[in-house]
């Protein structure tokens, strides 16, 4: 079985600039995470998707942060413009529905906003 | 509101020898909790979970976790750490809300350290 699948794995610009990531979760997860951990810290939800629908954006910076998932497969987090502190790991997660709290997650994108 | 605590930072533990990874949970109603693994540069992994039931839960790679009510903790245990079980670990709780699974809120980890 594939897991979930991120890229680009590193990405570093500069402030100010717009970048994107690419998630494809595990095929038949209905439900699709972004979580973002910045170094020294646990991982934070920003948008959570049941199937193309948001479920949770409530600590997702609206101002500068978007995400999408149009046909409820794969999804994509934009933001623009970066700042320096979002310097971080930006973690996409997939689940089924049936079985709460078990989250499998791709290896994630690194992003340094110079 | 709901949150998870861990509060060392680190663990340093000789191979061979038994783990505890803390983990303290504030929750209204019945928790349900999780300890994910996060080895460098990979994404994280599910390790164990409780959701009701007996108050010591098995997981992946020989780690289990006590559940205690009265001190709101769920540590994790190993009674015999490999060197290949240094890593990165974080408890988490699971927020519920109204009309989806709910998602996770992580604690800041705990990296463990096993010498050979």
């Known amino acids: 079985e594939a897991g979930v699948a991120q890229s680009p794995r590193y990405k570093i610009i500069e402030k100010r600039q717009s970048v994107a990531f690419w998630c494809n979760p595990i095929?038949?997860?209905?439900?699709l995470y972004w979580y973002q951990q910045i170094l020294g810290q646990g991982p934070k939800l920003l948008i959570q998707f049941q199937n193309n629908g948001v479920v949770d954006d409530s600590q997702l910076p609206k101002d500068r942060f978007s995400a999408e998932r149009l046909k409820g497969v794969d999804s994509t987090l934009k933001i623009q413009p970066a700042k320096l502190e979002d310097s971080a790991v930006y973690l996409c997660a997939s689940s089924l529905d049936r079985v709460p709290g078990e989250l499998f997650f791709g290896e994630g994108s690194r992003l340094t906003v110079l | 509101a709901q949150s998870v605590a861990q509060p060392e930072d680190q663990v340093n533990v000789a191979e061979g020898n038994p783990l505890t990874v803390k983990c303290t949970y504030s929750v209204s109603g019945n928790p349900y909790l999780f300890w994910y693994v996060q080895y460098p540069n990979r994404g994280l992994q599910f390790l164990l979970k409780y959701i009701t039931g007996d108050n010591l839960v098995k997981g992946s790679y020989g780690f289990e976790a006590e559940f205690n009510k009265s001190q709101t903790s769920f540590h994790l245990k190993k009674p015999s750490a490999l060197v290949s079980d240094s890593a990165l670990y974080f408890c988490a709780v699971r927020l519920f809300i109204r009309g989806s699974q709910g998602n996770l809120i992580f604690g800041k980890g705990t990296k463990l350290s096993v010498k050979p």
């Open positions: 095929s038949g997860h209905a439900t």
